[in-house]
């Protein structure tokens, strides 16, 4: 008795692949699908197992049977595999969901060997395999996989023009958007890729139907974050908000691009997760977000909820590693391993990876994460951490050759423009241009606080102790910061204004209660207040770049 190939395809479609599969070992054992009577039933027979062991992701099994199949389709007589091949239609999906009962598509086969690879991490024979269809006879699904596993392999043009033909294809792959912007193409050359189908006016219709502008926008905006005009970036995705309001994708857009507006970032990524309580995306930059602001409670429950969700996310590693952090650094760095192990592009896991071997004096391996995470894609804390890192270990060359390289990476960002002034002022002899370095930060980014606390340590370092004074408090109005509250408090403290000083402590405190420089400071302020000279290990540990080298050559970046 006969098994009917048909049927196993009727169980794969309505996905009930655990009886696809057992009906597949009939059918593949059946006297029917004899290998010497009939060598493309066999084959035929081979692929419809291995469709059904992808789905129940067994990739091995999977890989075997498919090349098996492969095996026994290159001994058909030719003229069966002339007529198999003319058999098929001209535009048939290359989908592990589209199973033809009649004959298969060497091509398809190979793509889903490839896809078993990837599933595996195993990117090298995943492009071998890609790499054995001919460029026309590859689909979208095929272009858009060998985009990424060509990216994956640093093999940048290939993967542009991969990536490219996904769009002539169809203009509504996002995912080939936003890699042709990080990739480095310009906006005119993502829309030109675009089909430009005339219609009977005899103009382009794509460009001239406002349904599609947005898509332009959106290009526009993807662009604009790729290099780091965060600024023109985010009006655009707020334009786009307005046309699609509660869009999940744009809110987590926005959440991301938003850099150093913590408070603005946590309130966008909350209200994605209210619209969708489920959404894994991105969910471990708003995990280090709350980590600045030691929001435990709410850390734990994104870790719990995450975990529920999917385990297996690389993005639930880096919120497992961030929320360990405070309590086994050991851990923490191997949850922040894993994440990379499941992704090797999963930028986050770096960037955590670097900073928890920063924390542990490891400096020289940070440095290592850290210029991992930047060969991926320009990032400012990847910089600030490589920066803070080589200062860490004397490396005050090297410092200042990655500030440089923020600098060229992100030309309109006062983040870079105060990473080289950090550079210059773990140097005494470098604080004059330090100084300028700051000053240009705050033209360029005025609300930006971190370069206005660095600005007033140095007015301290140099005695200013007003002028430290008088630039904070300007701020105070409009920032509700606690590091703002302790850098002030600390400026009072060390001018004997000590009831000032308490009051600002406390003020940290109340935004912030794990604030640890808050808590030392308030700790050796009630000894200074009862007259008791504060034991000096207990100081504030800013001064420690003074212990970068000195002999550094200065050249001048404004």
Not at 302 to 310: C, E, N, R
């Amino acid at each position: 008795m006969d098994v009917p190939k048909d049927q196993i395809a009727t169980l794969l479609e309505h996905g009930l692949y655990s009886s696809a599969q057992m009906l597949g070992c009939f059918l593949v054992s059946s006297p029917a699908a004899n290998a010497e009577t009939s060598t493309h039933l066999k084959a035929e027979s081979l692929v419809l197992l291995g469709d059904a062991l992808l789905r129940e992701r067994e990739y091995r099994r999977a890989i075997n049977t498919y090349k098996q199949a492969l095996q026994y389709y290159k001994i058909i007589p030719k003229q069966n595999s002339t007529t198999s091949r003319s058999s098929l239609p001209p535009n048939r999906s290359s989908s592990p969901n589209s199973f033809n009962i009649s004959a298969i598509n060497e091509n398809e086969v190979r793509f889903k060997i490839a896809s078993c690879h990837c599933a595996l991490s195993e990117n090298r024979a995943a492009l071998a395999e890609m790499e054995g269809v001919p460029g026309k006879a590859r689909n979208l699904q095929m272009h858009l996989l060998m985009g990424k596993l060509y990216r994956n392999a640093r093999h940048t043009r290939p993967a542009i023009a991969c990536y490219k033909e996904c769009l002539r294809h169809c203009p509504y792959v996002l995912e080939a958007i936003t890699a042709l912007a990080e990739l480095g193409a310009t906006v005119k050359d993502i829309i030109s890729l675009f089909p430009q189908t005339p219609n009977r006016s005899g103009r382009a219709s794509f460009e001239h139907f406002d349904s599609s502008r947005w898509l332009q926008r959106y290009v526009e905006a993807q662009c604009c974050v790729a290099s780091n005009d965060y600024k023109g970036g985010l009006e655009l995705f707020a334009d786009l908000l307005q046309r699609f309001p509660n869009n999940i994708h744009v809110l987590l857009e926005i959440a991301k691009a938003i850099i150093g507006k913590n408070d603005e970032a946590i309130m966008n990524f909350e209200k994605a997760r209210l619209i969708d309580p489920y959404v894994v995306t991105y969910m471990d930059e708003y995990a280090m977000l709350l980590k600045t602001k030691s929001d435990y409670s709410k850390l734990n429950k994104l870790a719990h909820d995450l975990l529920s969700i999917d385990p297996t996310r690389p993005e639930v590693f880096v919120t497992l590693s961030v929320l360990w952090e405070r309590k086994d650094e050991r851990g923490a760095l191997s949850y922040a391993d894993k994440s990379i192990r499941i992704d090797e592009r999963h930028i986050s896991g770096y960037i955590m990876k670097g900073n928890l071997l920063l924390t542990a004096k490891r400096a020289e391996a940070a440095v290592i994460a850290f210029r991992g995470a930047l060969e991926l894609r320009p990032d400012i804390r990847s910089y600030q951490g490589l920066v803070h890192s080589y200062l860490a270990f004397s490396k005050t060359k090297e410092a200042l050759y990655a500030a440089r390289e923020a600098m060229k990476a992100m030309p309109q960002s006062a983040k870079a423009l105060k990473l080289v002034g950090d550079v210059h002022a773990s140097n005494s002899s470098g604080r004059e241009k330090a100084k300028k370095f700051y000053e240009s930060a705050l033209r360029l980014e005025p609300g930006y606080l971190g370069a206005a606390l660095a600005l007033a340590e140095l007015h301290v370092i140099e005695g200013r102790n007003g002028d430290a004074v008088s630039l904070l408090e300007r701020y105070l109005k409009d920032w509700a910061d606690d590091s703002l509250h302790v850098k002030l408090a600390q400026v009072f403290a060390a001018t004997n204004m000590l009831q000032d000083a308490l009051s600002h402590y406390q003020a940290a405190l109340r935004i912030n209660p794990q604030n640890e420089a808050a808590k030392k400071g308030l700790e050796r302020l009630e000894k200074q207040m009862k007259g008791v000279d504060p034991d000096a290990p207990e100081e504030d540990e800013e001064n420690e770049v003074e212990d970068a080298d000195g002999d550094q050559e200065e050249t001048d970046l404004l």
